[in-house]
């Protein structure tokens, strides 16, 4: 088992910045791929970030590509999102998830450990 905790979530202004961390406790958290999705009211669990276990690898969804940095830091059990120049469409539930899926890039059907969330909301 892997155990994920999301901290960071808030209210900021567009075009603000916000970093979001999920601590990771459990079954060898530091050889997972970790990822963050995030989840708008009435909207299906969107891809936002990932990054392999190793932490050199990192994909993007179009979306916040150039906004947002995704990095870990092992030694700590740590995932972080750095989110700069956010606007108003990013508003939603940020999640951070953990596989062992050998694929390159997992989907979010891979991902079989899921934390509880944080909320962040943009205003205009």
């Known amino acids: 088992q892997v155990q994920l905790v999301e901290s960071g979530g808030g209210l900021v202004q567009a075009g603000g910045s916000l970093r979001l961390s999920c601590a990771a406790s459990?079954?060898?958290?530091?050889?997972?791929?970790m990822g963050w999705f995030r989840q708008a009211p009435g909207k299906e669990r969107e891809f936002v970030a990932a990054i392999n276990w190793s932490g050199r690898s990192t994909t993007y969804a179009d979306s916040v590509k150039g906004r947002f940095t995704i990095s870990r830091d092992n030694a700590k059990n740590t995932l972080f999102l750095q989110m700069n120049s956010l606007k108003p469409e990013d508003t939603a539930v940020y999640l951070c998830?953990?596989?062992?899926?050998?694929?390159?890039?997992?989907?979010?059907?891979?991902?079989?450990?899921w934390g509880k969330g944080t909320q962040v909301t943009v205003s205009s």
């Open positions: 998830a953990a596989t062992f899926s050998a694929k390159t890039w997992p989907t979010v059907k891979d991902y079989g450990y």
């Open positions: 459990g079954r060898a958290s530091s050889s997972a791929g």
